[in-house]
C-alpha cells in the first residue's frame, strides 16, 4: 500500500509539473503576434508557480487553509483543463481533468 501511496504522490508531483507545460502551450498558442505568444508563453507558467508556490506550497508562510486551499487548486486545474480545451485539446483535456479527479480523491482517502 505504501507503494501506491508514494506513486500517487509522484502522479501529483507530475500533474503540477503538466500545469506549467499546458498554461506556457495555451500562452504560445493564444498570442496574436510574436510578441504576445512570448509574452503569455513564458508569463502563464510564472504566474501559475508564483501563485502555486506563494498559496499552495506545503512549506510556505502564506499557505492557504482548507476550503480555500482546495477551492484554489480546483481553480488552477480547471483553468488548465480549459486552457487545453481552448488550444484545440479537448479529448487531452478530458483525460487530465480525469487524471486529477482520481489523483484528488485518492490524495484525500489516503489523507496525503
Same mark, same amino acid.
Given at each position: ?12 508531483? #507530475?500533474?503540477?509539473?503538466? #500545469? ?5 502551450? $495555451? ?12 509574452? #503569455? ?26 476550503? $480555500? ?12 483543463? $480549459? ?26 482517502? $489516503?489523507?496525503?
Amino acid at each position: 500500500m505504501e507503494i501506491l501511496k508514494s506513486l500517487n504522490l509522484g502522479l501529483r508531483f #507530475l500533474l503540477e509539473l503538466c #500545469l506549467l507545460v499546458i498554461f506556457g502551450y $495555451w500562452g504560445f498558442k493564444t498570442g496574436s503576434n510574436a510578441f504576445l505568444k512570448f509574452l #503569455l508563453g513564458l508569463g502563464a507558467p510564472v504566474l501559475f508557480a508564483v501563485t502555486w508556490g506563494t498559496f499552495l506550497a506545503p512549506k510556505s508562510s502564506m499557505r492557504l487553509h482548507e476550503p $480555500w486551499l482546495f477551492l484554489l487548486e480546483l481553480a488552477l486545474f480547471a483553468l488548465a483543463g $480549459w486552457a487545453l480545451s481552448s488550444s484545440g485539446k479537448v479529448s487531452l483535456a478530458a483525460a487530465f481533468a480525469g487524471v486529477y479527479i482520481l489523483n484528488k480523491i485518492l490524495m484525500l482517502v $489516503w489523507r496525503q
